[in-house]
């Protein structure tokens, strides 16, 4: 069967057989930042699935005495080990901000330039109405991923905050201990365990629409982007498409 949409598609594929280009790779993110992800995103999937459990404990488990279980005690644990890895892991990228190439330096994440704020509507364009199927779409993080991401790491700041302030009246290490004021500060630990729970959400928002933007730009930009967060290599086009 045949629709308007499915034509598009077969003329656009038509075209780019009948208009070889030469590709150019280029090497994108270095192994610290691809490290990083792929640490980031274990050990936040496990933050999630146990943060998740913490706040809705499943009652099934309760049938023997709690003596004769553990099995709070390692999802907590899961939690608090995965809490340390993540963040610092972040800090690690923090510091890659600085010293790593230009894909991975803060600038990227900042949309000070006017192309990099035309590169938002743009990609708002292809992205949410699927009116650009191909434009001149940023070698790194395109200017709309860049700022979202800078958004992302604001949350995961917060969510450090949180975390450790709910931490410190369960642990007399000096790390947990330095956020005890935090506590006061946000009105009592109902609000911290409130607000911690809250940006659970965010994340697993983020993740889905991370992860299905990631395998769309692949399909719409051709240049290797789910590859390149792997093998760290992305192409560009020598010559542009018509
Ligand atoms: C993005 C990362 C994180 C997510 C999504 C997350 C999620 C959660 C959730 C949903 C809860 C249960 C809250 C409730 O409803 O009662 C929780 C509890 C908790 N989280 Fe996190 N968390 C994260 C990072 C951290 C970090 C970095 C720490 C720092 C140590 C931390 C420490 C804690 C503590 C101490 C609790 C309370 C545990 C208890 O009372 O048994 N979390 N977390
Ligand atoms: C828990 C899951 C995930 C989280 C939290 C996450 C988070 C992030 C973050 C924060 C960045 C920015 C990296 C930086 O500059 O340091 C990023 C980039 C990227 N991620 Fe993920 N990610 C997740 C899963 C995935 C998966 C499963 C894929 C692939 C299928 C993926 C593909 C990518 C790609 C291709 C980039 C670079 C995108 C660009 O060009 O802007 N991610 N991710």
Redesign the pocket.
Same mark, same amino acid.
């Given at each position: 069967m045949s629709t308007p949409a499915l034509d598009t598609k077969r003329s656009l594929i038509a075209r780019a057989a009948a208009q070889p280009v030469d590709y150019r790779r280029i090497y994108v993110w270095e192994l610290p930042?691809r490290a990083?992800?792929w640490i %980031? $995103?274990v050990a936040? &999937?496990a933050l999630l699935i146990t943060g998740y459990l913490i706040g809705a404990p499943i009652r099934m488990f309760y049938a023997s005495e709690a003596y004769q279980l553990y099995w709070f005690g390692w999802v907590r644990f899961i939690h608090f080990l995965a809490a340390f890895i993540y963040v610092f892991n972040f800090l690690a990228?923090l510091y890659w901000g600085f010293v790593g190439n230009k894909y $991975?330096s803060w600038a990227a994440f900042f949309p000070l330039k006017r192309w990099q704020r035309r590169e938002i509507v743009d990609v708002i364009k292809a992205d949410v109405f699927e009116v650009k199927a191909h434009g001149p779409i940023s070698t790194?993080? %395109?200017a709309l $991923?860049g700022t979202i991401?800078f958004g &992302?790491f604001l949350a995961f700041v917060f969510q450090t905050i949180t975390g450790f302030a709910l931490y410190s009246s369960m642990s007399n290490s000096w790390l947990p201990r330095m956020f005890t004021w935090i506590v006061p500060l946000m009105g009592g630990e109902f609000s911290v365990r409130f607000w911690h729970h809250l940006f659970l959400w965010f994340f697993v928002t @983020?993740?889905i629409v991370?992860?299905y933007l $990631? @395998?769309y730009h692949d399909y719409i930009e051709g240049r290797g &982007?789910?590859s390149?967060?792997i093998g760290g290599w992305k192409f560009d086009r020598e010559k542009p498409h018509k």
């Open positions: 930042v990083y992800h %980031n $995103a936040l &999937t990228r $991975a790194g993080h %395109n $991923a991401y &992302t @983020f993740i991370h992860i $990631a @395998f &982007t789910v390149s967060i």
